[in-house]
T-cell receptor
Framework: ETGVTQTPRHLVMGMTNKKSLKCEQH?????MYWYKQSAKKPLELMFVYSLEERVENNSVPSRFSPECPNSSHLFLHLHTLQPEDSALYLC?????????????FGPGTRLTVL | DAKTTQPTSMDCAEGRAANLPCNHSTISGNEYVYWYRQIHSQGPQYIIH???NNETNEMASLIITEDRKSSTLILPHATLRDTAVYYC????????????????FGQGTILTVHP
């Protein structure tokens, strides 16, 4: 499989649940990103990882916890979310954090928090 | 990063050129102009980027004005599959051309291509 994949594609969870979103890239890239896209709002950058180290955290609440075990995989662990966290969560990758002219995006996970 | 201004929506007839404008009047000398698009229910897709010179690739052409305060993305022969939200983004790059991947997306332009 090529490109950037995300699982699951759709997720419904209660406010007390714990779930994880998974992203995998098969492009040999060293940088990976999480974005959030809420209804009627622009994409917001949440986290950036470069060579498995977090290099950017855009004031994201602690109920979102990223993990990057290697340069091909990125997770977003979710716990005690709020209904306003319902959104499309997009993962992206680029060759590197400092050579990021082109980011490749996955299809996203549509999250609904009840 | 400099802010961008784009029209909220545009229409284009299939087979005609689609010209999408973007204003970035506060752009600095070390900021690139990027264009991405997002087809409904998909992740964004990179189209093209440029610094000063006009650029062309298999998807589109990017025309940047001499003062760099505005640019136009041109889809030479629009098809129905080009219906999407188009984002114009400016992003910092240092003197060596290193561009950090901190893209700031705006609301974009909704392009609708009609048969």
């Amino acid at each position: 499989e090529t490109g950037v994949t995300q699982t699951p594609r759709h997720l419904v969870m209660g406010m007390t649940n714990k779930k994880s979103l998974k992203c995998e890239q098969h492009l040999g890239h060293n940088a990976m990103y999480w974005y959030k896209q809420s209804a009627k709002k622009p994409l917001e950058l949440m986290f950036v990882y470069s060579l498995e180290e977090r290099v950017e955290n855009n004031s994201v609440p602690s109920r979102f916890s990223p993990e990057c075990p290697n340069s091909s995989h990125l997770f977003l662990h979710l716990h005690t979310l709020q209904p306003e966290d319902s959104a499309l969560y997009l993962c992206a990758s680029s060759r590197s954090w400092t050579s990021a002219h082109e980011q490749f995006f996955g299809p996203g996970t549509r999250l609904t928090v009840l | 990063d400099a802010k961008t201004t784009q029209p909220t929506s545009m229409d284009c007839a299939e087979g005609r050129a689609a010209n999408l404008p973007c204003n970035h009047s506060t752009i600095s000398g070390n900021e690139y102009v990027y264009w991405y698009r997002q087809i409904h229910s998909q992740g964004p897709q990179y189209i093209i980027h440029g610094l000063k010179n006009n650029e062309t690739n298999e998807m589109a052409s990017l025309i940047i004005t001499e003062d760099r305060k505005s640019s136009t993305l041109i889809l030479p022969h629009a098809t129905l599959r080009d219906t999407a939200v188009y984002y114009c983004i400016v992003n910092f790059a240092n003197a060596g051309g290193t561009s950090y991947g901190k893209l700031t997306f705006g609301q974009g332009t909704i392009l609708t291509v009609h048969p």
